[in-house]
Each structure stands twice: as structure tokens, then as C-alpha cells.
């Protein structure tokens, strides 16, 4: 059985030193702080559980930094989404491949060992599917092979363009489904992430524009068990576009129709009302927040304080991937509410601190979402380890929570040293062990892209 002492680890308990942790099958065994006997592999530095990203598109990384001029007098997410559009309809499987072990590389060396992947380009550019229907979701599992990370993949469910069913766009008929065809994309995607060491498979609804309330009934029930994902009051017009439909804001609506539980992950939820927010904090669900990709959309900011106060379960995701890295999604998250209350450590838990609080909700929200026994350093757990170089500059002369504090606060470069997934290390002195083939590949189609 392959065991490691490490120097210090971040235990459920907390902080501990010379912590012996066997794994087998790609499990933790067993966890023996203060050990004392003779070890054949110690590893020296800090060691914290894998986070969970718990919102990736991946195909989005290939247009990062493409969409900041402004076309128009007033430029916004709806004007960005065209131009994803169109960036999307140049996805092909290879191409879609490529992006995504790229991204996967950069979320594994940022501290995230796996991803939910909210996967929705699944036909050909005419619309039609594939012969493989699920030939773009095995894509993303076929990266996920590569570069090791653990994959929770999310087939979209997607029918319509707006609220009250209104037709799909132009630009939407490469992600349209009906319950059956989808079906066939999930078949697809189990066989898929059933191969992979730490892989599963879930659902998402796009949003309650593209799924309607008879259709989210169908599918929760149809694929019994699993995560479900949905982008839900991400928007201002989208929460007035549900309004008028329905009479109800998005949140309200969907608690209204649908027994909303521990399986969901509600994505940004941004614009809540104080009601809004008791119903999901009070649901056992996860809200998936976004902060770089929000503020990168100009969506708005999510009232974490007050959620966070009534217990509300939460983590992150890279979302558009326009910037992977799992320190400055929490510190961002931080930020907005500090810049909005004008005051400091808005999301702490005393005695905690703000980077350790920050840091255990978004590992113990992300597994949730993933559907994945990640996030703890415990027996049972998936043997997912993130080891920080306490000697890099960020971090030097720090210890317990003030190392947390100092990665997600205060580094510049990236004290990420060496990750394990599942037991096999992927990343070594601070680089995946595949990122120069990734790099390589990624630059094709970048060049192709661009050409
Ligand atoms: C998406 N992304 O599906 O990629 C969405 C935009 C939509 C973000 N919201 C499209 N970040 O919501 O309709
Ligand atoms: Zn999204």
C-alpha cells in the first residue's frame, strides 16, 4: 500500500504534524498524525485537501482575453454571449480536447484536483448530432484521461431559447436536446467517466430558460441519482424575464416546482433576495459562485455574508475560464463583499481565519457538488492531496491558518508544489507532469483558431 508522511497536513480536526497517510485503490487507508516510525517517502511543505471546481466550460479557455473591447455603446454579458457563440460553433471534438486538458492543467496546478464540467456543445456545427451523440462530452473525459484530474461530468439539457419556451436561437442549435437524445449523451458520458480513476457523471439543466419546469421534473426523476447543476439569477434580465413569465423570481420559482435538495448546485444565484436566500441556505444545496468569471461578466455580486450567516452551503467554479486559479476565486469572493461593506474579513468564522474558513467551505462545498469523496483528509476519501511550499516566498514564516491566508491573500507566484488525484501524483515541483504536451497542443489550435 503507498504511504507518505507529510511535514504537517490540515486534518478535519485541523492542523496537525508528521501525519502518515496510506492509500490504496485510489482511497485513503488510514491517517496517523504525529507519527513517529520510520517512512520511506516524506514530503516535506503543507498538506491540504483537493478542492473541487465545481463550474467549468471548458472550450471557453480557448477564447479567454478575446472578448475585452467594447463593440458598442454598452457592452454586456448578452453581447459576450454572441461572441462565445460564435467561438463555440469552431468546437470540434480534437479541438475541444485540446482546450480542456489545457484548462485541466491549469485548474490541477491552481489546487483543484476535479472538475464539474457544465458540458453543452454536443452537436455539429448544423446541428445536427454526431455519430456518437456524446462524442464532444467523451472529448472532455478523454482530456480528463490525460491529465489525470477527477471529472464530474454534467451533460446540458437544453431546449429552449427563453422563458415561456420561445424557440432557440441560431447560434443555440448546437446544444439542443430532447429528453431522449440526451439520454444518449448521459449513456455516453457514465461509460466515459466510469473509465476514470475519480470520474461520475450528473445532470444539468442549462437554466430555467432553456429547461422548462415539466422538463426538470422529468429529468431529476428519469436520472435518479447524481448531481444536478443549473445557472440560475445570474442576470438582471433574466430574473425579469422570469418574472413576467411566471410571476416569480427565478429562485422562488424553482423552489416553488421542484424539491430542491442536497442533489442541486445552483449556479451564481447572484441576484437573491433575503427570502430567496433563506430558501437555499436552509435547502442543503450547494450555490456554485463564479468570482472571476462574474466580474469578468459584470454579473453582479452574490450576498455571501448574509448566506454564509444562515449556514448556506457554497463553492467555486473557473466557469468561463477565463483566468484558472483557485486562490483568486476565493479571494475575489472576499473582495466583493469587502468592497460592498466597506469592512474587512466579511466571510471568517472566528476563531478561524478568513483564508481557512474560505478555504474548508469551498473544499466541502465543491465535493458536494461533484458527487465526489474529495475535499477531506480522512479514511474513505479519494486520496486527492494538495502539498504548498512552505518555504516559497509567499508562504515563508508562515504557519496554520496564516499559510492559507498568505496563498490566498498575499501570493504572487504559486506556492502549489506537488498534487495527487486519486492517489497518482499529477503535478511535481510545481508543474503537471503532462503541461508541455498540453502546451503543445493547445497552441494548435489557438493558431488554427486565430488563422
Ligand atoms: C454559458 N455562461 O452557458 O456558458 C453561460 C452563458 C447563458 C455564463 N453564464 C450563456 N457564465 O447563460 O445563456
Ligand atoms: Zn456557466
Given amino acids: 500500500m503507498p504511504e507518505a508522511v507529510f511535514e504537517r497536513a490540515l486534518l478535519p480536526e485541523g492542523w496537525r504534524e508528521k501525519v502518515r497517510i496510506a492509500w490504496e485503490a485510489g482511497r485513503i487507508a488510514a491517517v496517523e498524525p504525529d507519527f513517529g516510525g520510520?517512512?520511506?517517502?516524506?514530503?516535506?511543505?503543507?498538506?491540504?485537501?483537493?478542492?473541487?471546481?465545481?463550474?467549468?466550460?471548458?472550450?471557453?479557455?480557448?477564447?479567454?482575453?478575446?472578448?475585452?473591447?467594447?463593440?458598442?455603446?454598452?457592452?454586456?454579458f448578452w453581447t459576450w454571449r454572441e461572441a462565445m457563440y460564435r467561438f463555440a460553433g469552431a468546437m470540434n471534438p480534437q479541438r475541444l480536447k485540446a482546450i480542456a486538458a489545457l484548462a485541466q492543467v491549469e485548474m490541477l496546478e491552481s489546487?483543484?484536483?476535479?472538475?464539474?464540467?457544465?458540458?453543452?456543445?454536443?452537436?455539429?456545427?448544423?446541428?445536427?448530432?454526431?455519430?456518437?451523440?456524446?462524442?464532444?462530452?467523451?472529448?472532455?473525459?478523454?482530456?480528463?484521461?490525460?491529465?489525470?484530474?477527477?471529472?464530474?461530468?454534467?451533460?446540458?439539457?437544453?431546449?429552449?431559447?427563453?422563458?415561456s419556451d420561445r424557440p432557440a436561437g441560431e447560434g443555440q442549435k448546437r446544444f439542443l436536446c430532447d429528453p431522449d437524445l440526451f439520454a444518449r449523451i448521459v449513456e455516453g458520458a457514465k461509460a466515459a467517466t466510469g473509465a476514470l480513476a475519480s470520474g461520475r457523471t450528473g445532470i444539468a439543466p442549462h437554466s430555467l430558460r432553456a429547461a422548462n419546469v415539466a422538463e426538470l421534473r422529468l429529468l431529476t426523476a428519469a436520472h435518479g441519482d447524481g448531481p444536478v447543476h443549473i445557472h440560475i439569477a445570474e442576470q438582471t434580465a433574466e430574473v425579469a424575464d422570469c418574472e413576467a413569465a411566471t410571476g416569480r423570481r427565478p429562485v422562488d420559482y424553482l423552489f416553488d416546482s421542484l424539491d430542491v435538495d442536497s442533489r442541486w448546485c445552483l449556479i451564481h444565484a447572484t441576484h437573491v433576495t433575503a427570502g430567496e436566500v433563506a430558501r437555499m441556505a436552509a435547502s442543503g444545496a450547494v450555490v456554485g459562485l463564479c468570482p472571476v468569471t462574474e466580474a469578468d461578466l459584470g454579473d453582479?455580486?452574490?450576498?455571501?455574508?448574509?448566506?454564509?450567516?444562515?449556514?448556506?452551503?457554497?463553492?467555486v467554479g473557473s466557469d468561463s475560464n477565463v483566468l484558472i486559479s483557485l486562490p483568486q476565486?476565493?479571494?475575489?469572493?472576499?473582495?466583493?463583499?469587502?468592497?460592498?461593506?466597506?469592512?474587512?474579513?466579511?466571510?471568517?468564522?472566528?476563531?478561524?481565519?478568513?483564508?481557512?474558513?474560505l478555504f474548508e467551505a469551498a473544499a466541502a462545498g465543491g465535493a458536494q457538488a461533484l458527487g465526489l469523496p474529495l475535499g477531506v483528509l480522512a479514511t474513505g476519501a479519494s486520496a486527492d492531496f494538495v502539498v504548498l511550499d512552505d518555504d516559497h516566498p509567499a508562504l515563508v514564516g508562515r504557519s496554520g491558518?496564516?499559510?492559507?491566508?498568505?496563498?490566498?491573500?498575499?501570493?504572487?507566484?504559486?506556492?502549489?508544489?506537488?498534487?495527487?488525484?486519486?492517489?497518482?501524483?499529477?503535478?511535481?515541483?510545481?508543474?503537471?507532469?503532462?503541461?508541455?504536451?498540453?502546451?503543445?497542443?493547445?497552441?494548435?489550435?489557438?493558431?488554427?483558431?486565430?488563422?
Fill in 329 to 357: 476565486e476565493l479571494r475575489l469572493l472576499e473582495q466583493g463583499q469587502r468592497l460592498r461593506d466597506r469592512a474587512r474579513n466579511r466571510l471568517a468564522k472566528p476563531p478561524l481565519s478568513t483564508g481557512r474558513t
Fill in 111 to 163: 489546487g483543484f484536483t476535479a472538475v464539474a464540467e457544465f458540458h453543452y456543445v454536443h452537436h455539429q456545427p448544423d446541428g445536427r448530432p454526431y455519430d456518437d451523440p456524446a462524442a464532444m462530452a467523451v472529448a472532455v473525459a478523454e482530456a480528463a484521461a490525460e491529465t489525470g484530474i477527477g471529472l464530474t461530468l454534467l451533460p446540458v439539457f437544453y431546449a429552449h431559447g427563453g422563458f
Fill in 300 to 315: 453582479g455580486l452574490f450576498p455571501a455574508v448574509d448566506y454564509t450567516t444562515l449556514g448556506g452551503r457554497w463553492g
Fill in 401 to 451: 491558518d496564516g499559510l492559507l491566508d498568505a496563498w490566498i491573500f498575499a501570493a504572487a507566484g504559486n506556492p502549489v508544489r506537488d498534487v495527487f488525484v486519486a492517489g497518482r501524483q499529477v503535478v511535481k515541483d510545481g508543474v503537471h507532469v503532462a503541461r508541455a504536451a498540453a502546451e503543445a497542443a493547445f497552441a494548435a489550435v489557438a493558431r488554427e483558431l486565430a488563422a
Fill in 38 to 76: 520510520p517512512a520511506e517517502t516524506r514530503i516535506a511543505g503543507t498538506l491540504v485537501p483537493g478542492t473541487g471546481n465545481l463550474h467549468s466550460h471548458a472550450f471557453q479557455r480557448g477564447f479567454a482575453g478575446l472578448t475585452e473591447r467594447r463593440g458598442q455603446a454598452s457592452d454586456h
